[in-house]
């Protein structure tokens, strides 16, 4: 991946340190925000989103919502105003069976209009934040204004790994935060 020059890169060694960036990111967001988790499995995107909804005050658990594509849940801006998490995985979206004609963007507004959320994605209420896993083949056609998360999890000997060989919740992380679109230009990024 390339790296623009907007970008921020943070170091992120265990699992409380994904935990605060998604906490610090939590304080910084608005309603009508987009927010890209992109990464390998285990890199610590659903880690980061539990950070995000504590942020937000939210009380309600935050699990990865792979089998049920999209979780709704209510907290607090920064400010107090309600905030509404639209917990979104897109893991299981899209696929190979196009209608003829159809492109893969196509076939994505499909999917999300038959589970309700394409108005959602495209226009987000005043108090609705968009945190959406695996939406990356999606959201540069949904949403001009985002702030795409990019989670590396290098297996290089610094990730935790238990006895079994099971990688931990621990293990240097890299998080590369990508402001696109002007809504997000004066924002100041977690460091």
């Known amino acids: 991946m390339t790296i623009p020059n907007n970008a921020t890169v943070i170091q992120a060694p265990t699992a409380d340190d994904m935990r605060r960036i998604g906490k610090?990111?939590?304080h910084i967001v608005h309603g009508g925000d987009v927010l890209l988790l992109s990464g390998p499995l285990g890199a610590g995107k659903t880690t980061l989103a539990q950070g995000f909804g504590a942020g937000l005050g939210i009380d309600e658990p935050i699990?990865?919502?792979?089998?049920?594509i999209a979780r709704e849940?209510?907290?607090?801006?920064?400010?107090?105003?309600p905030a509404h998490l639209v917990h979104v995985d897109a893991y299981r979206l899209g696929g190979n069976a196009y209608?003829?004609?159809q492109d893969a963007v196509g076939r994505l507004l499909d999917e999300l209009e038959s589970l309700g959320l394409d108005e959602e994605l495209e226009?987000?209420?005043?108090?609705?934040?968009?945190?959406?896993?695996?939406?990356?083949?999606m959201v540069a056609a949904l949403a001009p204004e985002r702030l795409e998360i990019h989670i590396d999890r290098p297996v290089?000997?610094?990730?935790?790994?238990?006895?079994?060989g099971e990688l931990t919740g621990d293990g240097n992380r890299i998080v590369t935060l990508i402001p696109v679109g002007d809504a997000w230009r004066s924002r100041q990024l977690p460091a």
């Open 24 to 26: 610090e990111l939590a």
């Open 63 to 68: 699990v990865s919502p792979t089998f049920t």
């Open 123 to 137: 226009d987000p209420s005043d108090n609705t934040v968009i945190l959406m896993e695996w939406g990356e083949q």
């Open 156 to 164: 290089d000997g610094t990730a935790a790994v238990r006895a079994d």
């Open 73 to 81: 849940l209510d907290g607090r801006f920064a400010d107090g105003t």
């Open 99 to 101: 209608a003829p004609g």
